[in-house]
């Protein structure tokens, strides 16, 4: 399906964003379209536009990219509504970026985040699908810890269609879920279930942040976790931790499941990650989100050389990676 008639056929369903209960008039309100903008594809309404980065998934042992993270890029029309109002579109927006946590923090209800959720995993299954050259791997998604709360019935099945109308199969992609903010945690094991039936894959995002623990691992079986930055951190400044982590990889292959390692910003986590047994690393030293997928094989020992950065150009590199 060529892409014009692909967006065609998102922007004319009516409602498609929305969950079972949400409102004709929450609905309206909406107004998002989504349009190929410098060869990308955007979503857009009066106030909001919505873009992708992709991060690569690198493997741990020969640097080839197992997949990619997209993440959520978003703008804010810095204009008011009057103004908006008296111009009539006859001008041109003023964009601002703005963190997707306080995006996705200005959603007011369940429904309102159902809209979000899966208008962003819309937006990016397109651009994963689209790109060209074409991309291999996997595609590694969030979903919002309340839309599983607020969606009932089979998780998975609206965004599967979604899936098969861009080219892509539920196999391909990776659903990564912060459970740490998830207290219902009998619910959460039903809306992954679902997802597993479909083909989708499971991760654990952040793992080691807040209130992680093994239990849940153990309950909820997943296929990937993501171990949060933090971690390799505190393993770079003390010796007891530095010690646990390769048993903590351990574990979690008892687990059945595979480590990827996040946050690797110098060459000492990067080599602290390899040596404790991590199956695949994301970080800012391997690559910074881009809106374009990355195709070529890292050179890891190379990078395992490179020199210490100072705080100051941490500082900026984390800066110039939005």
């Known amino acids: 399906m060529r892409v014009i008639e692909l967006l065609d056929h998102f922007n004319t369903l009516n409602g498609i964003w929305f969950s079972e209960g949400a409102s004709a008039t929450a609905a309206r309100s909406a107004e998002t379209r989504l349009?190929?903008?410098?060869?990308?594809v955007e979503a857009l309404d009066a106030r909001h536009r919505l873009t992708t980065a992709?991060?690569?998934?690198?493997?741990?042992r020969s640097g080839a990219i197992r997949g990619h993270e997209a993440l959520l890029r978003p703008w804010r029309n810095s204009l008011s509504s009057a103004t908006r109002s008296a111009q009539r579109g006859g001008a041109k927006a003023d964009w601002q970026f703005v963190s997707p946590e306080d995006f996705l923090a200005s959603s007011d209800d369940g429904l309102d985040i159902v809209r979000l959720d899966r208008l962003c995993r819309t937006l990016h299954s397109l651009n994963f699908s689209l790109h060209q050259p074409p991309v291999s791997g996997d595609l590694f998604l969030n979903v919002h810890p309340h839309h599983l709360l607020s969606v009932s019935?089979?998780?998975?099945?609206?965004?599967?269609?979604?899936?098969?109308?861009?080219?892509?199969?539920?196999?391909?992609?990776?659903i990564e879920i912060l459970e740490s903010s998830v207290d219902d945690l009998p619910r959460l094991e039903v809306a992954l279930a679902n997802y597993r039936r479909r083909g989708f894959r499971i991760a654990i995002d952040d793992f080691g942040r807040r209130h992680s623990n093994f239990d849940r691992l153990w309950q909820l079986q997943p296929d990937i976790?993501?171990?949060?930055?933090?971690?390799?951190?505190a393993a770079s400044e003390n010796p007891r931790v530095r010690r646990i982590v390769p048993r903590l990889v351990d574990i979690i292959h008892e687990l059945d499941a595979t480590t990827v390692f996040e946050g690797i910003e110098t060459a000492a986590q990067l080599?602290?990650?390899?040596?404790?047994?991590?199956?695949?690393?994301?970080?800012y030293l391997l690559a910074r989100p881009a809106p374009d997928c990355r195709h070529e094989?890292?050179?890891?020992?190379?990078?395992?050389?490179?020199?210490?950065?100072?705080?100051?150009?941490l500082v900026?590199?984390?800066?110039?990676?939005?």
Request: charged share 25%.
């Open 271 to 283: 080599s602290l990650a390899i040596d404790a047994g991590a199956d695949a690393l994301q970080g």
């Open 54 to 60: 992709f991060q690569p998934i690198v493997d741990a």
């Open 153 to 174: 019935g089979e998780h998975g099945a609206f965004f599967e269609s979604v899936l098969r109308r861009c080219g892509l199969a539920p196999e391909r992609v990776v």
């Open 35 to 40: 349009e190929v903008v410098a060869g990308r």
């Open 297 to 313: 094989r890292l050179d890891l020992a190379r990078l395992r050389a490179t020199p210490a950065l100072s705080p100051r150009a």
């Open 316 to 322: 900026a590199t984390a800066a110039g990676a939005i």
């Open 225 to 233: 976790v993501k171990l949060d930055r933090s971690l390799i951190v």
